[in-house]
């Protein structure tokens, strides 16, 4: 099928900027333009200083993000943009690109691999029932890499996190709900809706007052997140090692060729 000529969707409502990834055919999974279209709209709402909140969400009914597009990592083709200040915001033009405004995920299906760095890089999360999250990427031969391997570890009970982690399950949005991962779940007719509402809700309150609020508790400073610069040296680290590897390699074409990966630990 063709791909949409538009990969991410804008639009404002109010002092609301909806942002949505639109690649349903593709299961939402991120490539180059993906990276830039979202980076461009979170600078966008920071910029702006009409827009309050973000909400930030998939197209279809299927899939908020299936993650890095493996598909064409396996063909050879880059899923990072040329530009370097672009590539400074991290996977998606998200995970390393902290801005003052709250950030709402509206996830409107499964949110596998970096679908669920894209949930650990927001502020609050509205989930539909069918939602399904969690960081598969062992089973493909890489890591969470986009800031999941230790976001995870932050935003849920430690010992669960480190199983989630390890084993690469998934977990379902009524346990999202349970574990506080998200903030509500509601049927998919009601996500939007729902998500529109808080947004609503915080837009009308005092926007200074709210950005701060927000920075004070990420602990943003000049557009980064300090305490997380270690995580990330450790992040480049594992990185020149793992995404190297031969099963780095393997993992995406194996997923591509739909069979089981053939380890070999090098």
């Known amino acids: 099928m063709e791909e949409p000529q538009t990969p991410v ?27 830039t279209g979202l980076g461009k709209a979170l600078e966008l709402a920071e910029n702006d200083p009409d827009i309050r909140v973000v909400v930030l969400t998939g197209a279809g009914d299927k899939a908020f993000c299936a993650g890095t597009d493996l598909k064409a990592m396996a063909r050879g083709e880059s899923n990072w943009p040329e530009d370097r200040e672009q590539r400074s915001w991290g996977w998606a033009g998200v995970v390393r690109h902290p801005i003052g405004k709250p950030i709402i995920a509206a996830v409107n299906g499964f949110a596998l ?18 939602a399904e999250f969690g960081l598969p990427e062992v089973k493909r031969g890489i890591f969470a890499a986009a800031g999941g391997a230790f976001r995870l570890v932050q935003q849920l009970p430690p010992k669960l996190a480190m199983e989630l982690l390890l084993t690469g399950d998934s977990f379902t949005a009524a346990r999202a709900l349970e574990l506080g991962f998200a903030n509500h779940v509601v049927p998919l007719a009601d996500l939007m809706p729902t998500a529109l509402k808080m947004a609503r809700k915080i837009a009308a309150n005092a926007p200074l007052a709210v950005q701060a609020s927000k920075r004070i508790a990420k602990a943003i400073v000049e557009g ?43």
Do not use: Y
């Open 9 to 35: 969707l804008v639009e404002r409502q109010e002092h609301i900027l909806i942002v949505t990834i639109n690649r349903p055919d593709a299961r939402n999974a991120v490539n180059a333009a993906v990276h």
């Open 113 to 130: 691999g970096g679908g669920t760095e894209l949930t650990l890089a927001c502020d609050l999360v509205i989930a539909a029932d069918h």
């Open 224 to 266: 980064k997140i300090a305490s997380d610069a270690d995580f990330w040296a450790a992040n480049k680290r594992e990185g020149s090692i793992v995404m190297r590897s031969a099963d780095a390699r393997e993992g995406p074409r194996a997923f591509a060729e739909k069979r089981r990966p053939s380890w070999q630990g090098q």
